[in-house]
Structure formats: C-alpha cells, structure tokens
C-alpha cells in the first residue's frame, strides 16, 4: 500500500489524504453528533458531503494533468515501447483510485446517517 502511495506522488496523493482526512474528522464528529453553535448536524453533514465530492474531483484533476504530461513528454520523445505507455496510465490511476475511496467513505457514512435519523 505504501508502495502504490508512492508511485501516485507524494504532493498528489498528500493532498488527496488531507481533504480525505478533513472529510473523516467531520464524519466522526457527526457520528458523535457534535452540535454547537458553530456546527450543526446538518452543516456537518453538508460539509461531508461537499467534501466527498471535491476529493474525487482531485484525483480526476490530478489524473488529468498527469496525463497531460505524459502526453507532452511522449510527443517530445516520437515514439514509446506500448509497454512502457501502459504502466505510465496504471500509474496515473492511482489517485483516482485513492481519491474514489475517501469518496466512496464519505457517500455511504452520508447513506449511513440518511438511514439512522428516520
């Protein structure tokens, strides 16, 4: 596991983890249900969910501009064994794989509380 963390960046996959850290902290706070007057259920529960979809959001983006790099380094290059192109996308889908998991964390714990509060 450490090895994949490695391969898909530490800046990338750095991020990624401190949105999906932030994101867990208020899912444990809501499953402690933290009320006062600066967070409520709901603006916790809101916040879960704006935050499960931004950290998927940064993993597509992250990919992307991988991706683009790779582009621009294989143009500059002309030609690259397939081989060596196809570990280069395996690579590139690891933070959306990461980012994909804290997102699918925090859309089920949204579900999770959806269920419990009726």
């Excluded at 999906?20 to 969910?49: A, C, P």
């Excluded at 950290?55 to 790099?69: D, N």
């Excluded at 002309?78 to 804290?102: I, R």
């Amino acid at each position: 596991m450490i090895e994949l963390y490695e391969m898909g960046g530490y800046f990338e996959m750095n991020i990624i983890s401190i949105v999906g850290g932030v994101m867990l902290f208020f899912i444990i706070m809501r499953t402690l249900k933290v009320d006062n007057k600066w967070l409520s259920l709901e603006r916790t529960q809101k916040i879960i969910r704006e935050l499960s979809v931004l950290v998927i959001i940064l993993g597509i983006l992250i990919q992307f501009l991988g991706l683009f790099s790779v582009m621009q380094a294989i143009e500059a290059v002309g030609s690259v064994p397939l081989d060596l192109l196809a570990g280069g996308f395996a690579v590139s889908l690891l933070p959306t794989l990461y980012s994909l998991l804290f997102s699918v964390i925090g859309r089920t714990s949204l579900v999770f509380f959806t269920i419990r509060n009726r």
